[in-house]
């Protein structure tokens, strides 16, 4: 089956710990993408990658970081910076990045971090 | 800057009545425009997408949106709803000189039976 998985699907963590999230596609997909979503925001987006070693900040950047060392893999650790961690996490990808592209985002099941 | 409004949070409706839910972008160029449901606790599933030609877009599970330039608008209808509709809907713009998809704050769909 093709498709995106995120592990774990619920996580735990201490406040002032990282926390690394997975992110896999066997979709050969050459964008990927990290969005957050809290109640009554929608989702916003974290990081994005076009290409593999090539990654993008999106609109809520700050303190969270992400590699791209592999097409399948993109995963986000959520830094002890990030103020206000506790979010439902959403990764998605899409074929490709180009400029004018309008290729759909196909998104993951999720990852609900919570900081306690 | 580019924006996506839901202005319904939250919509009740009964089984079997149909459904609209409002959409408004505010985007310069031609826009690129998504539906996307979510069940809770997972991810989003593509319901439809507009990108050119006829303003009438048909997608899965039965639903439909229109595109109307004037009033900048992209509206989600289903003539008739069933249970297992009730879910959050997100509308979604993409723009490409941002390079990314900007998306409303969501309306949650509860269904009565």
Known sequence: DGGITQSP???FRKEGQNVTLSCEQNLNHDAMYWYRQDPGQGLRLIYYSQIV??????DIAEGYSVSREKKESFPLTVTSAQKNPTAFY???SSLTHL???????YFGPGTRLTVL | AQSVTQPDIHI???EGASLELRCNYSYGATPYLFWYVQSPGQGLQLLLKYFSGDTLVQGIKGFEAEFKRSQSSFNLRKPSVHWSDAAEYFCAVFHTGGN????????QLKVEL
Not at chain 1, 99 to 105: A, F, N, P, W
């Open chain 1, 9 to 11: 699907k619920y996580l």
């Open chain 1, 53 to 58: 070693n090539d990654f993008q900040k999106g």
């Open chain 1, 90 to 92: 959403l990764c998605a």
């Open chain 1, 99 to 105: 400029e004018l592209s309008t290729d759909t985002q």
């Open chain 2, 12 to 14: 009740t409706v009964s």
């Open chain 2, 100 to 107: 990314k998809l900007t998306f409303g704050t969501g309306t």
